[in-house]
């Protein structure tokens, strides 16, 4: 499911039906595969019109928590074993 989120969210011109397949074999049905779709773009909408508005962050923002992720987003099952 993070690797779908995160291609949607950094190259969603790359969708495509294998996207979906791979979260139908992980055991999303339909519903559920619709609703991931639709929280990921509502963020991403949410995101980009803030940041084409020109919000700025409330002064007790942490925005250190803002940097890029280098590299591909982890596996959850990895990031639970990681990260108990």
């Not at 949410?46 to 700025?56: I, Y």
């Not at 940097?67 to 982890?74: D, E, I, L």
């Amino acid at each position: 499911m993070l690797d779908y989120a995160v291609k949607l969210t950094r190259d969603p011109g790359r969708m495509d039906a294998g996207d979906v397949d791979r979260l139908r074999d992980a055991g999303f049905d339909d519903p559920a595969i619709l609703d991931i779709c639709q929280v990921v773009s509502y963020y991403n909408y949410v995101n980009r019109l803030a940041d084409g508005l020109g919000v700025e962050l409330e002064d007790d923002w942490d925005d250190t928590s803002l940097a890029p992720a280098s590299g591909p987003a982890p596996r959850y099952d990895q990031e639970r074993r990681e990260h108990p």
